[in-house]
Nanobody, 115 residues
Framework: QVQLVESGGGLVQPGGSLRLSCAAS????????MGWYRQAPGKQRELVAT???????NYSDSVKGRFTISRDNAWNTAYLHMNSLKPEDTAVYYC?????????WGQGTQVTVSS
């Protein structure tokens, strides 16, 4: 079974930076894409960024130019580099791996942007 474990969340001041990591384990193959989503209190889960196996990326308008998704060559780890953080970026961030075998999610990591 594929498992995803996020790390790197925490409390950061507005304008600060964080890097989230997503460690993937298990039978990982036939990947379509990996990505990051977030869910703020009282809101629906929303897309943050995705990356396909051809390294094509997609970002939500709210994070374009501030966040960058990346991965290692083996697709064992995905990253979300977050710069110029704003209070409205506060949410639980989830890692997602989509493959022909299924759609997998991590447990989430909390990011809080506050002074």
């Amino acid at each position: 079974q594929v498992q995803l474990v996020e790390s790197g969340g925490g409390l950061v001041q507005p304008g600060g930076s964080l890097r989230l990591s997503c460690a993937a384990s298990g039978p990982i193959f036939s990947i379509n894409y990996m990505g990051w989503y977030r869910q703020a209190p009282g809101k629906q889960r929303e897309l943050v960024a995705t990356m396909t196996t051809k390294n094509s990326t997609n970002y939500s308008d709210s994070v374009k130019g501030r966040f960058t998704i990346s991965r290692d060559n083996a697709w064992n780890t995905a990253y979300l580099h977050m710069n110029s953080l704003k209070p409205e970026d506060t949410a639980v961030y989830y890692c997602n791996l989509n493959s022909w075998r299924g759609d997998y999610w991590g447990q989430g990591t909390q990011v809080t942007v506050s002074s």
